[in-house]
C-alpha cells in the first residue's frame, strides 16, 4: 500500500467515484480529476504527489494523450507513473509513455492488482 494518495482522472463521474470508493476502502487515499487539464492542476497542488495516476484516455478539455505528454518531461511529475483505462484496444504504452493498462468496464480484482503492482511507496 502506498502513503501517497492516488489520482483517478476520468470525466465520467459515476464512474470515477466507484473507482474512487474502491480505492478508499481497499486504504488509499485518492484525489479525483474530470479531465486532464483539471489534474494537471491537482498535481501542481498536491503535497505529496501522488503514487499513481490512474487515467482515462477519451476526455474533453485535455485528454490523456494530452495529460501524458504534459506530464513526461516536466521536472516535478514525470516520474509519477501512470495507467491508463479505456474502452478501446490495449493502447501502445510505450509510445504513450503509460506504465499499465486497465479494459473498461474495469474490474475491479485487476484494478487493485495494478495499483499494488504500479504505485509508488
Do not use: C
Amino acid at each position: 500500500m502506498t502513503a501517497r494518495p492516488l489520482l483517478v482522472v476520468d470525466d465520467d463521474a459515476d464512474l470515477r467515484e466507484a473507482i474512487s470508493d474502491v480505492l478508499r476502502d481497499a486504504g488509499y487515499q485518492v484525489l479525483t480529476a474530470s479531465n486532464g487539464r483539471n489534474a494537471l492542476d491537482v498535481l501542481g497542488k498536491s503535497d505529496p504527489l501522488p503514487g499513481m495516476v490512474l487515467l482515462d484516455m477519451m476526455m474533453p478539455v485535455l485528454d490523456g494523450a494530452g495529460f501524458l505528454a504534459e506530464v513526461r518531461g516536466h521536472p516535478k511529475f514525470g516520474q509519477i507513473p501512470v495507467v491508463v483505462f479505456s474502452a478501446s484496444a490495449r493502447p501502445n504504452l510505450q509510445e504513450l509513455g503509460a506504465r499499465g493498462w486497465v479494459r473498461k468496464p474495469v474490474d475491479l480484482d485487476v484494478l487493485l492488482e495494478v495499483v499494488q503492482q504500479h504505485a509508488l511507496p
